[in-house]
């Protein structure tokens, strides 16, 4: 997207491409419905707005297809222009048509996103909104899908813009000042500022942190098997899965490096990491897939140390788990899995954290197991309705979580009115950058430029 221009109007496929029972073109801009009009049975009227129409698509004085015509008048629509949506039959052959048609007859290609950003452009929403219906279209999970329903109704726009409102009233308050300099006057009550940036500071602080329980439900939660060779985690893999994914072997050692595979538990994704055995060993690459492995460990949020019932001592188990723990995220949860019961069901092992038996090659247990790794990440989901899931929004957040600390700091050390305007200022610019109202045309253009071609 080279240049962000409103003044053309453009067409796109919106739904996937390929053979279907139903394709849809979306055309947008002041244009629209002239141009569809060229083509379409019937006449195109502004009391049709908001109606489906039947008919059929001429090529010259042939009928391409019959088709449904659906039309939206700005600023009434998703972009806030005038908008046509073409439901047309799937058939590539129809949809190339119906779109090289729209192009003969004024319309231009839209590019990746350009749906989406002219919709922001015109005040259909915010920055962090439209990113929220990237969010939406990519979502694999109903943990995600519900995070980007949230941000794209503008549940985190909401705070974000009632923290600026507050911090703006005090910001012109101490511009204010600086006109009355020489009376040396207060307009902006310095007990009042300090509570409410420590008040921001602490929504702030708590957004940031919140992205890294975002990412994980966007991207999957991390969950590493760990344990001894011939522990059984590969077969754990494969038995969560119900699918032969991981190489299983009854010699020591066979997986080298790890493996990921991706699981939806209940709506929530966990991204499972089948690590390399961990011993000490003299086989060079081995050594580097166990030293990849606990670097695994340390980034999980859940960690399942697989203990081999019939040939693990107590001695080890506690050595295991001194290393687990040594390795693992102060957050994340470690669950001592005993397996192979099935050949000593008998076994004496003992552990002070949470543990669950299973035998891995029968699939005894694996129902539990799955309980627990819902039951363990599903409280984090209802803890706050605003969860950050994007980069971007992270480290506008970092920056303001900054700017709020120099701010703080600048009041304890009593620096004037324009030392502290200055800090504020950058802090309402980094709450800005999330929303949009202060952008540039480069942020636009690489947030807008991943979305699919038609959205």
């Excluded at 279907?20 to 979306?26: D, E, F, L, N, W």
């Excluded at 629509?77 to 073409?86: Q, Y």
């Excluded at 503008?154 to 012109?172: C, N, P, Q, T, V």
């Excluded at 203990?307 to 001194?322: F, I, K, R």
Aim: aromatic share 6%; hydrophobic share 45%.
């Amino acid at each position: 997207m080279n240049a962000i221009s409103r003044e053309e109007t453009i067409c796109a496929l919106s739904t996937p491409q390929g053979v279907g029972g139903i394709a849809v073109v979306r055309v947008s801009g002041s244009q629209a419905w002239v141009i569809v009009g060229k083509l379409f049975s019937k006449p195109l009227q502004p009391e049709q707005k908001r109606k489906a129409l039947f008919g059929c698509i001429f090529d010259g004085k042939e009928i391409l297809d019959e088709v449904v015509v659906t039309l939206f008048q700005g600023p009434h629509s998703f972009t806030g222009e005038d908008v046509v949506e073409i439901a047309c039959h799937g058939s590539r052959y129809v949809q190339q048509r119906i779109l090289q048609l729209l192009q003969e007859n004024g319309c231009r290609m839209a590019t990746a996103g350009e749906y989406t950003m002219r919709a922001y452009l015109n005040g259909r929403m915010d920055l962090s909104r439209a990113e929220a219906v990237g969010d939406v279209i990519a979502s694999e999970s109903a943990a995600a899908h519900k995070q980007a329903v949230h941000q794209m109704r503008g549940g985190f726009s909401k705070e974000i813009d009632g923290l600026r409102e507050r911090l703006i009233h005090f910001a012109s308050l101490l511009e204010l000042e600086l006109d009355f300099s020489e009376e040396d006057v207060e307009f902006a009550d310095r007990t009042q500022l300090l509570n409410l940036l420590n008040e921001i500071l602490k929504v702030v602080v708590q957004l940031r942190d919140s992205f890294q329980l975002g990412n994980a439900i966007k991207n999957g939660v991390p969950v590493a098997i760990v344990g001894a060779p011939n522990a059984g985690k590969s077969t754990l893999l494969n038995a969560l899965l119900n699918e032969e994914r991981a190489i299983v072997s009854d010699i020591a050692g066979t997986t080298r490096d790890t493996v990921e595979e991706v699981l939806n538990v209940e709506g929530i994704q966990f991204r499972f990491i089948d690590t390399a055995g961990i011993r000490e060993t003299t086989d060079t690459i081995e050594q580097l897939g166990i030293a990849r492995s606990m670097e695994k460990v340390g980034l999980a949020q859940l960690v399942l140390l697989l203990v081999d019932v019939s040939n693990t001592s107590q001695a080890t188990l506690n050595e295991m788990l001194v290393s687990i723990h040594a390795k693992a995220r102060p957050d994340a949860r470690v669950l001592v899995v005993f397996n192979k019961i099935d050949a000593n069901p008998n076994f004496e092992l003992k552990v002070e954290g949470s543990s669950l038996n299973i035998s891995a090659k029968s699939g005894e247990g694996i129902d539990g197991l799955r309980s627990w790794l819902v039951e363990s990440f599903a409280p984090l989901l209802n803890e706050s309705d605003t969860v950050v899931t994007n980069a971007r929004h992270f480290e506008s957040l970092r920056l303001a979580a900054l700017s709020l600390d120099e701010v703080l700091n600048g009041m304890n050390l009593g620096v004037p009115s324009d030392l502290l305007t200055v800090d504020i200022r950058k802090t309402l610019y980094h709450l800005s950058e999330i929303t949009g109202n202060i952008s540039a045309d480069d942020i636009l253009h690489s947030i807008f430029g991943k979305f699919c071609i038609g959205k």
